[in-house]
């Protein structure tokens, strides 16, 4: 209850700030953190909960932006169509992906989803309509009615996207379907030895990390009134992704949210103050950082830290 | 698409070349992958680390080659700390070292790429030898002087490396290490003296690749990403662990890529290797040559 109450909290907060005078700037940073919450907690339910390691985040991403755009230059779907299709389209191939578990784990399967990821790059660089490798600009419609700026309603459509995977992810870990997964990670033939449905609950993982994943990614060419493979599917995803929610600690839903934010806000003005080659520096130092020095994040540090001043 | 046996038959001895080539800047991942079941996701960009030194080193007006061979010790230090950070991190503390040591070699990577960016920024960087840029004419054909020199090293080292496996006293432990652990610690060797020893050549041996890489084209730091499939491919397909294996595989990566840039182009090329990678992943992940 206290959950619900400080996500209605949350929104009316956020669509509020959408229709004040708050500097645009703060929309524009804020959507990319909103998007990483989502690309973080979509990474959790697979990586942290089930114990499979994904490099290939951009690839759901990247596909979840193209679906958007197809859709958006053959029909001029609304943006809610688009980011239906985003889901569909990472839904599916995390169905695919789920197939692969029954044969790969460790680092075979983390090989494989980088496969994955330039394969699909390859395809949309070789594919004429949505402008192949020099990608393809894009007229953003009008902002629909209380919006003062198309980024002011993306930013509202993303906190709503965030919100839902966190949600999403918070119910997984706490029904069955997260016991399940947990066990599949600590070893997974005692679980399936135990009857847990070890596939059914791999591909329910995929799936639903897939659609969250493509979902956060159709929206983005909107953002950026562009779309190009390279930056689509760039393995940079992954690894901030993958960062995260070893940042904030894997075994919790708040956990990739406190990655997030945290990782997401330093990289932000990193980005601005300095450059954007020391962001991905800063992520890649980080993450050997809290993986050798703070294996369970930001969570193990503060369980320890209030054990010890007890 | 054009086709004719002329042009196939071209694209295949290019292949070989390349295969070759690729078999070389895989052989450090099956000894470090393959043999030590090391999950070494940073394994192209020490690579391209590698050749980034060379760079620096032929600059002082050092051969590359000579100047890859110069860097070996230095690689085969840097090779012995890696193993032993990652060791007493994760595979001694044993839980849940899978997905940390993942994040940490992929982790490493970045730094490595990012690293060299800040340094070298992200253009293009190339060697001067003498062996660069011409080409040996055979016929009708026309070799590159600097694949060839590339096919040669990357011979030796294959042939070097197989040998110094199985003939060799501590070839053969690093061998026993991969097979059986405790069975070795019962004969009173040392695992992990063995496999720092083991990891320190795979990396020696990189800064070799490194050279050929830089030798064979332009480096740039993000090069490393798209030979974490060339490489994983090669290792994977030959059964891991295997040195004669990764030769076979690499001719395999090498020709199948060079017919697929002739007949659709280099968009293309790209993809094969992370195609063929996981194509053996679902259909046989112990390889053709498995051990």
Known sequence: MKY??????LLIVAFAAALSGVNEYFFYAGYIVLTFVVLATAWNILGGYAGYVNFGTGAFFGFGSYAAVVLFKALGAPLIVQIAAGAAIGAALGFGVGIMT????????AIATVAILFIAETLMVNWRYVGGATGLQLLRPEATAPFGSYTRMLFVVMTLLAVIAVSVARYIQTSWIGRGLRAIRDSEEAAECSGVPTLRLKLIACVVSGALMGAAGAPMPMYLSFIEPASSFSLNWGVSALAMPMI????HWIGPVIGALLLGSVQQIVTVTIS????VLVVGVLLVLFVVLAPDGVIGLFKRWTRSSR | MIF?????????LFGVLLGCFYAAVSIGLSVSFGLLD??????????VLGSYCTFIVAGWGLDPIVAGVVLMPVFFVLGVLIYRFYYETFEKRGTEAGVRGLAFFFGLAFIIEVGLILVFGVDQRTVQAPYIGSSLALGEYRLPYRMLVAFGVALCLTVV???????TFTGRAIKAVAQDEPALRLMGANPVRIKQWAFGIATGVSALAGAMLI???????????LYIGRTFCVVVLAGLGSMTGTLGAGLILGISESIVLMMFGASWAPAVAFGLLLVVLGIRPQGLFGR
């Not at chain 1, 029954?102 to 399967?109: D, Q, V």
């Not at chain 1, 904030?248 to 075994?251: F, I, N, P, Q, S």
């Not at chain 1, 954007?276 to 962001?279: D, H, L, V």
């Not at chain 2, 480096?219 to 490393?224: F, G, I, K, S, T």
Request: proline residues 7%.
């Open chain 1, 4 to 9: 619900w109450i400080s996500v209605a909290v």
């Open chain 1, 102 to 109: 029954l044969r790969l784990r460790g680092i075979f399967f």
């Open chain 1, 248 to 251: 904030g600690g894997t075994g």
């Open chain 1, 276 to 279: 954007n080659e020391i962001n």
């Open chain 2, 4 to 12: 004719s046996f002329d042009l196939l038959f071209e694209a295949v």
């Open chain 2, 38 to 47: 090391v999950p070494h996701v940073a394994h192209p960009a020490l690579m």
């Open chain 2, 161 to 167: 490396l197989t040998l110094y496996l199985s003939k």
């Open chain 2, 215 to 225: 030798i064979v084209g332009p480096v740039e730091p993000a090069l490393d990403r």
